[in-house]
């Protein structure tokens, strides 16, 4: 479960956490999460009591057994806690990693990574972190990718969800000639970042388009 701290005030944190406990759901991704667009209310400012870090040990102490205030929860919590790690950014990653790591999160999960190369480049990163004991054995770095269709998607996803798309990826899937082809690209390349992934990493995740989920 995606957990933001978008208009997340403290109370309506626990609450939700609270909720997911009950609903049985006990791994949850906390993440800070864009500032929402104001359009015409330019007066509206957003609310939030805390950024991921501060969820990190929210959830942290809950799994110890206290709620936000310290006062002894009537059952400890047993969340498996998660964050975002944005690979096409490892020299300003490392430190904001490692105090997402201290705060007690458990794995991150990266932004879409669009080329071989950078699950290398991750590789070599989470191998020095771990040899320089601030990313415990313990601790699982989940690369991801996505189901790339076309150069216009390319282009979408760095504009507007501000990934790093590669430009030797975004050079030849414009290099195709047709949508088919550029669909069989995306499908290839998709491929081959899951298969340079598992090489190094002990799990893959993929993002599906929201309207062609079928396509995983």
């Known amino acids: 479960l995606h957990l933001s701290c ?3 005030t403290l109370i309506s944190a626990e609450s939700k956490i609270s909720g997911a406990e009950a609903l ?6 906390a993440i800070t999460g ?10 509206s ?33 047993n969340i498996y806690i998660g964050c975002a790690f944005d690979a096409g950014k490892l020299s300003s990653e490392k430190l904001r990693n ?13 932004q879409i990574i669009s080329d071989v190369k950078t699950v290398e480049q991750l590789a070599a990163f989470v191998n020095e972190a771990k040899k320089n004991v601030w990313a415990g054995p313990d601790f699982f770095m989940v690369p991801g990718t996505y189901v790339f269709r076309s150069a216009a998607n390319l ?13 030797e990826t975004l050079h030849s899937m ?6 088919q082809e550029q669909k069989e690209y995306g499908y290839a390349l998709a491929r081959d970042v899951i298969l340079a992934a598992k090489q190094y990493f002990p799990a893959v995740y993929i993002i599906p388009p929201a309207d ?5």
């Open 174 to 179: 414009e290099a195709c000639q047709t949508k």
């Open 6 to 8: 978008r208009d997340l």
């Open 98 to 110: 490692k105090t997402k790591y201290n705060a007690g999160a458990d794995f991150a999960l990266t």
């Open 34 to 43: 864009d500032r929402p667009a104001a359009g015409d209310y330019d007066k």
């Open 212 to 216: 062609k989920p079928e396509s995983i």
């Open 45 to 77: 400012v957003a609310v939030n009591n805390m950024q991921s870090i501060g969820l990190i040990r929210l959830l942290k102490q809950r799994n110890a057994g206290y709620n936000a205030v310290g006062e002894q929860l009537e059952h400890p919590s």
């Open 24 to 29: 049985g759901i006990n791994n949850i991704l």
């Open 155 to 167: 282009h979408y996803l760095a504009k507007h969800l501000r990934v790093k798309i590669a430009p």
